[in-house]
């Protein structure tokens, strides 16, 4: 069994980002910078925005916080987000969610110019996915992928199972897969019998956020585990695999935390790039 280190990989790759951040702002004199809209205090979207800040430092680009207090009128929000768009300094928009309740996130969210959704959130990113032209991938599906490439595990002709279904993490984690020739399956909370799959899975993504609900015996001697779940507890943090008793069975596996995780700010800071390259004509 090899554990994905998903830590070490996401250092990795923003080291490298840094530097290819430095050439392109050194090629094109104009700086890089990345919007992000926080509304409310929701604790872990305080941590999230906090990181996310920390990686645009580390990558040399600029990071322009804007926090608004709960009770905000929506219409101020958009304003922001109509100014942001045309702001040439400002490559990317994320707007951090989920929003406090009486905001109307897709109201929001269509707001954002495509070009500068780092999230890969909206219909035209999510579209040019499925197309197979992808160009701004959602930062935790393209993590996931990144880290399987890292690791060099085959992913054509292989039985791919995804278990969990949300537009942002389960569907393009699957279209992803698809696009590497893998035969992929969905399940989903309305799957009769998800143990029927995920034992035929080569490689098993679980995307679902319930602490441990993929026991050993759901899973196949030598398969691949990805496991995407943040779960919180009494004892800290746990995934959606039961590490401990899967654990012996996988060819890999990646931790929670540690694995996926750190890999969805190094794709954000990814997808930056990818838009400012973009938007200066590449
Ligand atoms: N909340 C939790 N993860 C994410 C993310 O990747 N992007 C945004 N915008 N909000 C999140």
Do not use: W
């Not at 991938?137 to 199972?161: F, H, R, W």
């Not at 993490?169 to 020739?181: E, F, W």
């Not at 602490?211 to 995934?239: F, Q, S, W, Y």
């Amino acid at each position: 069994m090899q554990l994905i280190d998903g830590k070490k990989t996401a250092a990795e790759i923003r080291a490298g980002l840094a530097l290819r951040f430095a050439e392109a702002i050194q090629k094109y004199g104009d700086p890089a910078g990345l919007a992000v809209i926080l509304v409310g205090e929701d604790p872990a979207s305080m941590i999230y925005t906090s990181n996310k800040e920390k990686a645009c430092r580390e990558a040399g680009i600029a990071s322009l916080m804007y926090r608004y207090p709960d009770g905000t009128p929506q219409q101020e929000i958009i304003s922001l987000i109509e100014k942001l768009n045309h702001d040439p300094h400002v490559n990317g928009i994320l707007v951090q969610l989920p929003l406090p309740a009486g905001y109307d996130e897709n109201a929001i969210l269509k707001c954002i110019d495509v070009a500068k959704d780092v999230d890969g959130y909206s219909a035209y990113q999510i579209g040019l996915l499925n197309l197979g032209r992808p160009e701004l991938v959602a930062c935790t599906p393209k993590g996931v992928l990144a880290l399987l490439d890292q690791y060099n595990i085959p992913l054509e002709g292989k039985n791919a199972v995804v278990v969990g279904r949300s537009n942002v993490v389960g569907k393009p984690i699957a279209q992803l897969l698809l696009s590497r020739n893998a035969t992929v399956t969905i399940c989903h909370s309305r799957t009769a019998d998800i143990a029927d799959f995920t034992r035929r899975a080569d490689i098993l993504v679980v995307a679902v956020g319930k602490a441990r609900m993929i026991t050993a015996d759901m899973v196949k001697e030598g398969a691949v585990v990805i496991d995407v779940g943040i779960n919180r507890n009494e004892t800290g943090l746990c995934g959606d695999v039961d590490f401990e008793h899967v654990a012996p069975k996988c060819s890999y596996i990646t931790p929670v935390p540690g694995g996926v995780g750190p890999m969805t700010i190094a794709m954000l800071m990814a997808n930056t790039l990818t838009a400012y390259l973009k938007q200066h004509g590449n």
